[in-house]
Antibody, heavy 115, light 110 residues
């Protein structure tokens, strides 16, 4: 059974940092592109970032470029999102999802940016 | 990176068919056959329903079908059932090697 389990969310002050993790199981993690997608409370899905299978290529939404860094450790089957200079508008549930099709999704982890 | 355009809401009676549109540009929907559709029930994670415009993942009901014409993709739900009431999002790969979602459509079963 495919599982994606996110962790690392929480309450952080504006300007602060947080690192999210997503542990994958049930599929060959190293063969899949991986993404982060977020959803602000009561709002729609927004694509955040994507990383290639071997970590050699990454892309970001304009809203997070220069502040967020996506990475992965294929030996640990784990995807990461380092979030710096956090703003109130970054408050959202953050999901990890797999593949070009965005096929499997985790349950999400809530990040709240507030003073 | 503008969001794809979806209707805010669509409704239908049980047994009817409904169609949700997803309009983009030649740089995303119109340029690639990499459109997916996702279903999301309240408080739950999204679930992939259609990928690569027309393909259904294993386990997804054949009542769900996808199509595309020019810059607009569509999701059709046939034989509408109460359990289909949810939010639906389209997504597409873009020419910038990024992905973009639609704003979401709330499906109500009357």
């Amino acid at each position: 059974e495919v599982q994606l389990v996110e962790s690392g969310g929480g309450l952080v002050q504006p300007g602060g940092s947080l690192r999210l993790s997503c542990v994958a199981s049930g599929f060959t993690f190293s063969s899949y592109w991986m993404h982060w997608v977020r959803q602000a409370p009561g709002k729609g899905l927004v694509w955040v970032s994507r990383i290639k299978t071997d970590g050699s290529s990454t892309n970001y939404a304009d809203s997070v470029k220069g502040r967020f860094t996506i990475s992965r450790d294929n030996a640990k089957n784990t995807l990461y999102l380092q979030m710096n200079s956090l703003r109130a508008e970054d408050t959202a549930v953050y999901y990890c999802t797999s593949g070009r099709e965005l096929d499997y999704w985790g349950q999400g982890t809530l990040v709240t940016v507030s003073s | 990176q503008s969001a794809l355009t979806q209707p805010a809401s669509v409704s239908g009676s049980p047994g009817q068919s409904i169609t949700i549109s997803c309009t983009g540009t030649s740089s995303d929907v119109g340029g690639y056959d990499y459109v997916s559709w996702h279903q999301q029930h309240p408080g739950k994670a999204p679930k992939l329903m259609i990928y690569d415009v027309t393909n259904r993942p294993s386990g997804v009901s054949n009542r769900f079908s996808g199509s595309k014409s020019d810059n607009t993709a569509s999701l059709t739900i046939s034989g509408l059932q109460a359990e289909d009431e949810a939010d639906y999002y389209c997504s597409s790969y873009t020419s910038s090697s990024t992905w973009v979602f639609g704003g979401g459509t709330k499906v109500t079963v009357l």
